[in-house]
């Protein structure tokens, strides 16, 4: 395979901009702000828990099933471009509805429909990298797709608040800037990536023949070290979750002088700075001083910044506190992720990568299931001001804390460490 320019890279990554916009758009601030409308204030949590809850098990299913599928797919289009260009075309049906029906049913209907769809994109394109770039540059190129997604995160934590705003919570401009995102920088990888026809081999199996088997036979049976790594993801992840998906609720209730759109833009705009700076940080930290040290630290600045966040009281406080939560999530990236591309065996590195993506999607659902618990003390604890967000906070601490006990027995990967088989 040839060697690929950097402006290639970019082509084939340019669409991650618009669904990380998407994404973090709609779960950070527009459906926070429109369920306000339909719920009462003190579900809000319960319902906007439950609601994202049903579309990332859903996105769970769908986003491995599709991109195995396009493995199988063969088209004079290409594997991939199918899937992308018919799962945004689906995309842009729900996000439709979102922005001009009104009412809670349709609000439901646009969510769960936008997630099948963009998950119908979102797997095969995780397949489209490795397909168009030769394995001596994937590193520089996954480093690209990474700054893509904190690109379309910025963008969203920059525009939001001025296109949606708490006391006319009305989705139609911060929906249409979505799509207009989506259909551009969709556009730039369908027509930009250099995509081949794909005709199937003879004995190549039929595109849905054991494909439920194939794509979710993952085995425990390897070295328990990897299935360790792993759960250590899913503990981290839901500890950070859990702030991410009810920030807008914890301002609201605990920051009643500030605008909750707004400011929640700021916070998680901060957050992602700091994120991005000390992910770079221990990549580097990790060659040199070997990276589960690195991974076991990231865990206690995450506790440490949780528990901060219980006894923030003033904006600047939030402020400060969230970024202990960044420093630790941009260090636990960066090294958890290397470990499980280093640890994973090479003939087997996509079962193997997907399944620590079912741990994020897994962390994510199950991190929204924390809003019936948050509405649950809030409303029956009267005694302590919304003690709701204190045990949410406290539950963190405690699964990041987790997180870096399950990775005790876990090998150092500045070794050649591999799942044996």
Do not use: C
């Given at each position: 395979m040839r060697r690929v320019s950097g402006w290639y890279m970019f082509v084939l990554n340019a669409y991650w901009i618009g669904l990380s916009f998407m994404w973090n758009s709609l779960h950070v601030t527009i459906l926070p702000a429109v369920l306000l409308n339909y719920v009462p204030s003190t579900q809000k949590n319960t319902w906007l828990g439950l609601l994202t809850f049903f579309g990332l098990i859903l996105a769970m299913i769908i986003q491995p099933l599709s991109g195995a599928l396009s493995d199988r797919w063969a088209s004079r289009f290409g594997r991939r471009r199918p899937f992308v260009l018919f799962g945004t075309l689906g995309d842009l049906v729900f996000l439709g509805i979102l922005a001009f029906v009104g009412g809670l049913?349709?609000?439901?209907?646009?969510?769960?429909?936008?997630?099948?769809?963009?998950?119908?994109?979102?797997?095969?394109?995780?397949?489209?990298?490795?397909?168009?770039?030769?394995?001596?540059?994937?590193?520089?190129?996954?480093?690209?797709?990474?700054?893509?997604?904190?690109?379309?995160?910025?963008?969203?934590?920059?525009?939001?608040?001025?296109?949606?705003?708490?006391?006319?919570?009305?989705?139609?401009?911060?929906?249409?800037?979505?799509?207009?995102?989506?259909?551009?920088?969709?556009?730039?990888?369908?027509?930009?990536?250099?995509?081949?026809?794909?005709?199937?081999?003879?004995?190549?199996?039929?595109?849905?023949?054991?494909?439920?088997?194939?794509?979710?036979?993952?085995?425990?049976?390897?070295?328990?070290?990897?299935?360790?790594?792993?759960?250590?993801?899913?503990?981290?992840?839901?500890?950070?979750?859990?702030?991410?998906?009810?920030?807008?609720?914890?301002?609201?209730?605990?920051?009643?002088?500030?605008?909750?759109?707004?400011?929640?833009?700021?916070?998680?705009?901060?957050?992602?700075?700091?994120?991005?700076?000390?992910?770079?940080?221990?990549?580097?930290?990790?060659?040199?001083?070997?990276?589960?040290r690195i991974h076991i630290i990231s865990g206690f600045i995450g506790a440490f910044g949780a528990v901060l966040l219980i006894f923030a009281n003033t904006p600047v406080e939030l402020i400060a506190y969230g970024c202990f939560m960044g420093i630790g999530l941009g260090i636990f990236m960066s090294t958890n992720w290397a470990m499980a591309n280093q640890m994973a065996p090479a003939a087997e590195a996509g079962k193997y990568m997907g399944l620590t993506n079912l741990a994020t999607a897994g962390s994510a659902a199950v991190a929204r299931l924390e809003g019936p618990m948050i509405d649950f003390f809030n409303n029956n604890v009267h005694a302590v001001h919304f003690v709701g967000w204190t045990v949410l906070f406290a539950l963190s601490a405690v699964l990041m804390l987790a997180s870096s006990l399950a990775m005790r027995n876990v090998p150092d990967t500045k070794a050649d460490v591999k799942v044996t088989k």
């Open positions: 049913p349709w609000l439901f209907i646009g969510y769960i429909g936008l997630q099948i769809t963009s998950n119908m994109a979102h797997g095969p394109m995780q397949g489209w990298m490795p397909d168009e770039v030769p394995a001596e540059q994937l590193g520089m190129a996954s480093g690209i797709k990474t700054a893509m997604d904190m690109f379309g995160i910025i963008i969203s934590s920059l525009l939001m608040g001025f296109l949606i705003t708490s006391t006319n919570a009305n989705p139609t401009k911060s929906v249409l800037a979505i799509i207009g995102f989506l259909v551009l920088f969709g556009a730039i990888s369908l027509l930009g990536a250099h995509e081949k026809p794909y005709v199937a081999a003879q004995n190549h199996p039929q595109p849905l023949k054991g494909l439920w088997k194939e794509t979710f036979n993952f085995k425990a049976d390897g070295d328990k070290n990897y299935w360790r790594l792993i759960f250590s993801r899913f503990l981290y992840l839901v500890g950070i979750y859990g702030f991410q998906s009810f920030a807008q609720y914890f301002i609201r209730d605990k920051f009643p002088d500030q605008n909750p759109i707004a400011f929640t833009q700021i916070v998680m705009g901060t957050f992602v700075v700091v994120l991005i700076i000390f992910s770079l940080l221990a990549g580097a930290m990790g060659d040199r001083y070997g990276r589960k």
